[in-house]
């Protein structure tokens, strides 16, 4: 039996803050955790070396002052089939124009580009590890995608 483990956080980072107040939670950011341990995500920022957009970063690489961790169980092939879909994305930019599109619309599916919690919505959804969402087409922010993730398992 598969399993595909998501690390979501949240700090009091002024960004953070802004993503938290409009998504109604308290997580800001989320990753996909690889088998090695590594952390696959989208992020903004750059990161040591590492440049901004989908990358893998090390473990522990980002200190959140709020931290879950949850595991999907699924097949082997919809875990394989999730990871090869993540780890495709890599090099692509961070998709800079998501957090307004919060306000003013867009297709959050859109492959050129990625918001950290749009990306592992759409390797779940192309791993069929749940079906296709019918959340507003102009976002997916990590709350929503943990309150999807909820209705699946215990977390």
Known sequence: MGAITLQFVGNDSLGSKLIEWYDHGQ???VDTVLPDGSLL???????GSIPAGV????????LGDRMKRVVLPCSDAKEQNYYDFVRAQIGKPYDQKAIAAFFT????????Q?????LVAAG???ATVFCPLSAPVNKIAPD???LVISAMVII
């Open 144 to 146: 929503d995608l943990l």
């Open 105 to 112: 619309g867009r297709d959050w599916r859109n492959e050129d």
């Open 55 to 62: 990358q893998i970063r090390p473990a522990g690489y980002v």
């Open 124 to 126: 779940l959804e192309d």
């Open 114 to 118: 990625w918001f950290c919690s749009e």
């Open 41 to 47: 995500g989208a992020r903004n920022d750059v990161i």
């Open 27 to 29: 997580y800001s950011h």
